[in-house]
């Protein structure tokens, strides 16, 4: 069946650092959507990605969408200690209504 | 605080034993989803419900049922339990039935099972 591949699982950086968490399929998605897990918290929704080729930002957050739809990013520019935690994608399939899950990378920043 | 409440907190229980989780989804919204979060396994998509009737179903153990009602809040029931259920149990909704559709999730119900 459909999966996503999320790498890497761990990821830890400096404080000031860049980071990036890649979201892969093997088939076309039709959408996929970030959500942000804080240590002993709930998932939060980030954003969702729709068109080939969208990028959006917030603030030191950017999300691509591949040309292909099979791939995704979300990259964190100079991180902080407030960055810290998981960060899933998730496609949504319209035909199954089925949720699709990356496996997660979980962020730790050392100050 | 996402508008989505689930009770209760905290639950610790024995093997065998059968236990009810709750969910009230924010105001509005139609979908109600459930999902296990345990350490070795990640999120889980269990099932959902959308204006009272199942939407889509991921891997839910047959022990596990699940009911939305008229008033749109849903219960997750757990039978037969076994340790490896202990995990932390999350609700979200959504306004539409689209699994396309951002989710608001709820703090969760921690579940033990000794």
């Known amino acids: 069946g459909q999966q996503v591949m999320q790498i890497p699982q761990y990821q830890h950086v400096q404080e000031g650092e860049d980071f990036t968490t890649y979201c892969n399929s093997s088939?076309?998605?039709?959408?996929i959507q970030w959500y942000k897990q804080r240590p002993g918290g709930h998932p939060v929704f980030l954003i969702q990605l729709v068109k080939s080729g969208e990028v959006k930002k917030q603030k030191r957050l950017t999300f691509q969408f591949g040309e292909a739809k099979k791939n995704s990013s979300l990259h964190i520019t100079a991180t902080q200690t407030t960055d810290v935690g998981t960060y899933f994608c998730i496609h949504g399939s319209g035909n199954t209504g089925k949720l699709i899950f990356g496996q997660g990378t979980t962020l730790q920043v050392k100050p | 605080d996402s508008g989505v409440t689930q009770t209760p907190k905290h639950l610790i229980t024995a093997t065998g034993q059968r236990v009810t989780l709750r969910c009230s989804p924010r105001?509005?919204?139609?979908?109600v989803y459930w999902y296990q979060q345990s350490l070795d396994q990640g999120l889980q998509f269990l099932i959902q419900y959308y204006n009272g009737e199942e939407r889509a179903k991921g891997n839910i153990l047959e022990r596990f049922s699940a009911q939305q009602f008229p008033d749109l809040h849903s219960e997750l029931n757990l039978s037969s339990l076994e340790l490896g259920d202990s995990a932390l149990y999350f609700c979200?909704?959504?306004?539409?039935?689209?699994?396309?559709?951002?989710?608001?999730f709820g703090p969760g119900t921690r579940l033990t099972v000794t």
């Open positions: 088939t076309t998605l039709s959408n």
């Open positions: 105001s509005g919204d139609l979908s």
């Open positions: 979200a909704s959504s306004p539409t039935g689209l699994a396309a559709y951002e989710q608001y």
